[in-house]
């Protein structure tokens, strides 16, 4: 009992309350609690704009075939993905379009070094105490002493290959004129029209124009517009038909496509030939003797084959781009 009553005697210890700690720093003013916010918006504002500066925005497809702008390092690594790989196929096309022309420029100025050298060196044998001036006056004479020899001893090979350079140089005139560069022409397309004249016009042209003579057997003046209206009616739609069907064949076309491209072109190829064709050819029966008639043809034929291979080849890639318009339509978009 006496220990219960000790402890019952025992004062409990009063506690005071303690006093309220003061900070050990001074309170920040609040102008400079305003200019620390001021320095850290503008220090998040400057990260960003360098974060954007040094992103890349680059298109990235949708699945429906559309295009939204992405940027480098937003939305994964597709973005960036896409445009290295979209850069590495641009500089292949370059390259390609580089070799291409380079291709085309070499042909064109080894066939035209070719030509002319043979043009100037008719008389290599005998230039012997020439002069230059000589040189240069007699060769255009006696390369046309050559080409009558030639007609003699081979007329349709001779014409062949008049009508296959010819139709390929009216071809890369053509490809010019719808706006191409100099040296960036279609190869195949103008190897396709020089091929159809050198195998067709030729030796078709030669055997056409004895076939003429021996209808029309005629020397007076009646007979010259005779000859030209069944030249620009029968022979024109013949050989425009064959042209365009050789070509659409070469450029490995169904029968189909050929025959519905013919048919739209059919009658603007034949009257697009009456502006050029019946006073070319007043001079072509009324003048011309009939072995030298396929020459002189040839050299309107660089104006014609201009508009020929024009139409041909119109329609041929209007055909094709209708085509990928429709196979483009025809697809339905991913979900």
Known sequence: MASLHTISSITKPTIKPTSTIKPTTKPIPPYLTMSTTVRRRNLTVSAA????????????????????????????????GGGDGSGGSNGEDVKKEVLDRAINATIVLAAGS????????????????????????????????????????????????????????????????????LFDFDRARMIRSGLTGFALHGSLSHYYYEFCEELFPFH????????????????????NS????????????????????????????????????????????????????????????????????TYSNEKSEARISEASEDATVSIPPKV
């Open 242 to 309: 064959i042209y365009f069907t050789v070509l659409g064949f070469l450029r490995l076309e169904s029968p189909v496509s050929i025959f519905k491209e013919l048919k739209a072109a059919f009658f603007p190829m034949l009257t697009a030939g009456w502006k050029l064709w019946p006073f070319a050819h007043l001079v072509t029966y009324g003048l011309i003797p009939v072995e030298q008639r396929l020459l002189w043809v040839d050299c309107v034929e660089l104006i014609w084959v201009t508009i020929l291979s």
């Open 49 to 80: 704009t360098t974060a954007g500066k040094d992103m890349e925005l680059v298109p990235i497809q949708t699945l429906d075939g559309g295009a939204v702008v992405g940027a480098d390092g937003i939305g994964g690594g597709g973005g960036g």
């Open 220 to 239: 007076d003046w009646w007979a010259v517009p005779l000859k030209v209206a069944f030249d620009q009616t029968v022979w024109s739609a013949i050989w």
């Open 114 to 181: 070719f030509a002319i050298t043979k043009l100037l060196t008719i008389d290599h044998d005998y230039w012997q105490g020439w002069t230059i001036f000589e040189i240069l006056r007699y060769a255009p004479e006696h390369n046309w002493i050559a080409y009558e020899e030639t007609l003699k001893t081979n007329p349709v090979l001779a014409k062949m290959v008049i009508s296959g350079v010819v139709y390929s140089v009216g071809d890369w005139i053509a490809q010019c004129y719808e706006g191409k560069p």
